[in-house]
């Protein structure tokens, strides 16, 4: 009896538009979640009843169902927060964590470190980035984010850079004396290296014109510093030459000794590069590094790979998502970098509840990458994505769909209307 499928069609219509309020009401709810995607229900037809079979046409309909449940994958706001480890996504990337169920992924950035000094989400999935090697230099090896608490270990002085000028105006009239160097130097200055054990040592360098564009250099430490040395007394542990073109530009340097032996416990025979530019014999053009001019002798500036022991002071991640940590010593160095991952369609990924989502057969495989390349979006240090959860548009999908269960509703209560107009029949 045709009657009766009315009131299927209208149960059928109950169900769509309860569950449509559902994702609604789940839309309302997750108005504040961090990286929060609203959804839409999207319905679909029930196959029809056919009253002259495959002619086409005259065909009445069975009711309704919903056929999907989307994601909206919008671009949230981005709001900036006093949290160094607080990141957001602009682009279409996903952050990969890694927990006890495997691997999931997330666009929630509001991260901190646990106990053991990983990176972690509030549900204690580990963030997974491209790793760092001794030098800082992001690798392509994925693994667990991780802020290290040890000491950093000492590194030893391998090279001295040294940008000068020297007067192209002394008359090369001094003889260099160890025992009164300040008075028989034209030209002095400190500069500090390490020791493989993390010491600083202080080397006063002493310059000497020997001849037209040729000069000569001394590095002396306290005698109480280097092997042998006596307290008080000056001990040489680097000498060499310099040498000018006519223009005053860097023509060629040489270590004629070098005897880096610093007491204590250190390794002998430390090698320190003396580094004092580009010189012309070596390839180079002359112009970077020490000069000689005819204006007073004056350090430009220096540079030296050393560093004493030192713990981690302080941290952050920057707009390309590497993990920077600054140490005690002064130092700075790269520790990793944040992996995103994109997907061919997104949409299908599966809700895995606490703000994560699972890899689907339709979603495909992720892609992982650093940010800013092949479309996955850039990171923003000390930011949030906000839901994108509209809830003016909201209350009126709600109310569109309440008007359509209560027609729905009426649907059920005519059939029953009907049924017992029937039913009086027989009386």
Known sequence: MGILSSL????????????????????IANANTVGFKASRAEFQDIISKNLKGILGGNQIGRGVKIGAVNPILSQGNLDATEKATDLAISGDGYFKVKGSDG???????????????????????????FQAD??????????DLKFPRALV????????KIDLNLDSRVEPTKKFNIEDPYATAHYSTGLETYDSQGNKHLVSFFFNKVADRKWEYRGLVDGKEVTGGEAGKLSQVVQGTIEFNQDGKLQKQEVTDSAFNFAGGAFQNQKIKINFGDDIESGGKGIDGTKQYGKSSDLISWQQDGAAAGTITGMSFNDEGILTAVYSNGQAQNLGQIALAKFENPEALFKVGNNRLKESR??????????????????????????????????????????????????????????????????
């Open 153 to 160: 270990p000492a590194k030893a002085t391998t090279e001295l």
């Open 362 to 427: 339709d979603s495909g495989g992720p892609a992982l990458g650093g940010p800013g390349a092949a479309g996955r979006g850039t990171i923003f240090a000390k930011s949030l994505e906000r839901s994108t959860v509209d809830l003016a548009t909201e209350f009126v999908n709600m109310i569109q769909n309440q008007r359509g269960f209560q027609a729905n509703a009426k649907t059920i209560t005519t059939t029953d209307e009907l049924l017992n107009e029937v039913i009086q029949l027989k009386r």
């Open 103 to 129: 691997e999931s992924f997330t666009r929630d950035g509001s991260f901190h470190f646990d106990r053991e000094g990983y990176l972690v989400t509030n549900d204690n999935q580990r963030v997974q980035g």
């Open 134 to 143: 001794e030098k800082g230099n992001i690798v392509n090896k994925v693994n």
């Open 8 to 27: 299927y069609t209208g149960v059928s219509g109950l169900t769509a538009q309860g569950e449509a309020l559902g994702v609604i009401g789940d839309n």
